[in-house]
């Protein structure tokens, strides 16, 4: 589905990619896990055509997308749901939503309100409250129904459970793993490596811009390696 070939891409003279290759098969969830600074969002920045690939390329259902404009690639089915949630505060919630399907003809838009609402039933509680007014895990979870309004293909999340209590991490990854039985490929941005790896299907190891590893997410989660520089010693 997605083929990244030794993609490297540069902040001016600063190289933050260095080589990546990776793919995503159609069904999947693959978890990317990386400390601070290791490439993650420059990474799903850079598949969204949001930074220009220097070398390298990437495909999409095997059309080569590394030259398209943002809205382009948005158009083939990859959306992503940004890190820090990036709602409309000053929008309603069901306004959020349907931003998300701006593409999308009303019929469709209809449909898909109702899919997301069965998903996350608060927000059809507070369709009309301003998305300000929703507590941190309600505005991730609007985030996370706006990117499904545009019927994505590849659904790629960036750090999903930065600055949500523990019994809210829970929540998010079991929806991620919920969304994927409905068909939904993902793609997974995190840094809670044990959360991501516990849902993922396989795994990759970003550091410094570069793929140092690549694994099942079950072997991941029983690398010793791995253990020590990312799971803070919890038990797979």
């Given at each position: 589905m997605?083929?990244?070939f030794?993609?490297?891409?540069?902040?001016?003279?600063?190289?933050?990619?260095?080589?990546?290759s990776?793919?995503?098969r159609?069904?999947?969830?693959?978890?990317?896990?990386?400390?601070?600074?290791?490439g993650?969002t420059t990474?799903?920045?850079?598949i969204c055509?949001?930074?220009?690939v220097?070398q390298?390329?990437?495909?999409?259902?095997?059309?080569?997308?590394?030259?398209l404009?943002?809205h382009?690639?948005?158009?083939?089915?990859?959306?992503?749901?940004?890190?820090g949630?990036?709602?409309?505060?000053?929008?309603?919630?069901?306004e959020?939503?349907?931003?998300?399907?701006?593409r999308?003809?009303k019929k469709?838009?209809?449909?898909s309100?109702e899919?997301?609402?069965?998903?996350?039933?608060?927000?059809?509680?507070?369709?009309?409250?301003?998305?300000?007014?929703?507590s941190?895990?309600?505005?991730?979870?609007?985030?996370?129904?706006r990117?499904?309004m545009?019927?994505p293909?590849?659904?790629?999340?960036?750090e999903?459970?930065?600055?949500?209590a523990?019994?809210?991490?829970?929540k998010i990854?079991?929806?991620?793993?919920?969304?994927?039985?409905?068909?939904?490929?993902i793609?997974?941005?995190?840094?809670?490596?044990?959360?991501?790896?516990?849902?993922?299907?396989?795994?990759?190891?970003?550091e410094?811009?570069?793929?140092?590893?690549?694994?099942?997410?079950?072997?991941?989660l029983?690398?010793?390696?791995?253990?020590?520089?990312?799971?803070?010693g919890?038990?797979?």
């Open positions: 997605l083929e990244l030794d993609v490297h891409t540069s902040y001016g003279k600063i190289e933050a990619l260095k080589g990546v990776l793919e995503v159609e069904g999947e969830i693959v978890a990317l896990i990386g400390a601070n600074g290791a993650k990474l799903l920045k850079t055509g949001l930074l220009p220097h390298g390329e990437i495909k999409f259902f095997e059309e080569k997308i590394s030259l404009k943002p382009k690639i948005n158009a083939r089915g990859i959306i992503q749901v940004p890190e949630r990036k709602i409309f505060p000053r929008f309603t919630v069901k959020n939503l349907v931003i998300g399907a701006y999308r003809k469709e838009i209809n449909q309100l899919k997301v609402c069965s998903l996350f039933p608060v927000l059809k509680e507070r369709r009309d409250q301003l998305g300000l007014t929703l941190g895990g309600e505005q991730q979870m609007l985030a996370i129904g990117a499904l545009a019927n293909k590849l659904l790629m999340f960036d999903p459970s930065m600055g949500l523990p019994v809210l991490v829970e990854f079991q929806i991620i793993k919920e969304i994927n039985q409905q068909g939904t490929t793609l997974l941005v995190e840094q809670n490596a044990y959360q991501a790896l516990r849902v993922a299907s396989r795994g990759y190891v970003l410094t811009g570069k793929v140092t590893l690549t694994d099942t997410a079950g072997s991941l029983k690398n010793e390696e791995i253990k020590k520089a990312y799971l803070g919890q038990k797979s």
